[in-house]
């Protein structure tokens, strides 16, 4: 009894400080892509997951909350750079991803058990990270209700070569859409305010 008590109690404790959940569902959810799933060999295919609205993913408005999009975003996203043999080709030069920036953007909420579909696409890449675009779409009538911007860094190596690994060639990136250029420019616009901001508090701490 002693050790049912403990074992309880081991795991609300893990459960109450660790998002164990999504620490499982993660690479679940790749090795189904591999291991499941039909590889993708066109890189600029769009790919589709499908989800369902849960209690658990609702705000006090009753529709899905904003942190839960980008976590199923997370989680398609995972999935589709296994299925087209990214994420292999950029172990297999000895990098990694990271993410570097994400933009929501929301049109329709998602109700209690509705279901949708993440549709994920490659956009493009340049000399540091690959981009995607990532719909929520309603199954219910087609409406697009989020959409995600994304920017996957690779540390250790470029997207340039993880492509040519992939496709055993040099290949181009297709030109990014308009608003994705417009996005960067934004970031790159608040890089340097930020860090013109810390070069006045470091002047500032020098004085």
């Not at 849960?54 to 296994?82: F, I, W």
């Not at 990694?96 to 956009?123: D, G, I, K, N, Q």
């Not at 009538?141 to 997207?159: I, K, N, T």
Request: hydrophobic share 45%; aromatic share 10%; glycine share 4%.
């Amino acid at each position: 009894m002693e050790w049912a008590t403990l074992a309880l109690g081991a795991g609300l404790a893990l459960f109450g400080l660790v998002d164990v959940w999504y620490l499982l569902r993660m690479p679940l959810a790749m090795l189904y892509a591999r291991c499941f799933l039909p590889t993708v060999w066109d890189l600029l295919e769009e790919q589709s997951s499908r989800g369902l609205v849960l209690l658990s993913d609702l705000d006090c408005l009753l529709h899905m909350n904003n942190a839960r999009y980008l976590r199923e975003a997370d989680v398609a996203r995972g999935m589709h750079l296994t299925r087209c043999g990214l994420f292999r080709a950029v172990r297999a030069l000895g990098a990694h991803t990271v993410l570097a920036a994400s933009c929501c953007r929301y049109r329709r909420s998602l109700r209690f058990l509705e279901r949708f579909v993440v549709r994920t696409r490659l956009l493009g890449w340049d000399e540091r990270a690959f981009y995607l675009e990532q719909r929520f779409v309603s199954a219910h009538d087609g409406f697009v209700c989020a959409v995600v911007l994304v920017r996957q860094h690779v540390v250790g190596a470029s997207p340039d070569k993880a492509v040519s690994y992939l496709c055993r060639r040099k290949v181009e990136s297709p030109e990014l859409p308009e608003e994705v250029k417009h996005w960067l420019k934004y970031n790159e616009a608040s890089s340097q305010r930020l860090r013109a901001e810390s070069n006045i508090q470091k002047k500032d701490k020098e004085q």
